[in-house]
């Protein structure tokens, strides 16, 4: 990879393990196509798309919220709290929907997560998770997130 590219995510503050992961890929394209990590393709995007509320993030919410429907497994029956804030954000997304309301579900979804019986549970579970488990949900995440950015985001001017 060029040394440009990658001091340019060591400047967005990435951290050292996906730093040195992208040095040894051999160029921007083919780092996207095979990159298993979406929470780095994420964290990548979400530096590069502006501040939150910003209309340039839309197409990122939308690849976020499709991460974040792969934990719905996890939210007892019948708390729909997190199912709303998802939904809610992916309705700004479309312009059907205020910031304000994203940040109340957003805030709702939150409370009940904390709120949960289920809460210490959950939080230990996820600790827990085997690392082929985890594995497995950035994958799945790292192809969502390349079905909204089929191409990766460019870093040089």
Do not use: H
Not at 14 to 31: D, F, I, R, S, Y
Not at 129 to 145: L, M, N, R, W
């Amino acid at each position: 990879m060029k040394a440009e590219t990658v001091a340019s995510v060591r400047k967005l503050g990435a951290c050292t393990e996906a730093v040195e992961w992208l040095a040894e890929q051999k160029n921007p394209t083919l780092a996207w196509r095979d990159c298993v990590r979406g929470d780095w393709m994420l964290w990548l995007l979400g530096k590069l798309a502006g501040q939150v509320g910003d209309p340039r993030r839309k197409k990122l919410v939308l690849a976020a919220c499709g991460c974040a429907r792969l934990s719905m497994k996890y939210v007892r029956a019948g708390e729909d709290r997190p199912r709303i804030a998802i939904e809610t954000a992916e309705r700004w997304a479309k312009g059907k929907a205020t910031i304000e309301e994203v940040r109340t579900a957003a805030s709702a979804a939150s409370a009940a997560y904390s709120a949960s019986a289920a809460y210490a549970a959950a939080y230990s579970a996820a600790y827990a998770a085997s690392a082929a488990e985890q594995s497995k949900v950035t994958e799945q995440c790292a192809g969502i997130v390349r079905e909204f950015y089929p191409r990766p985001p460019r870093l040089e001017a």
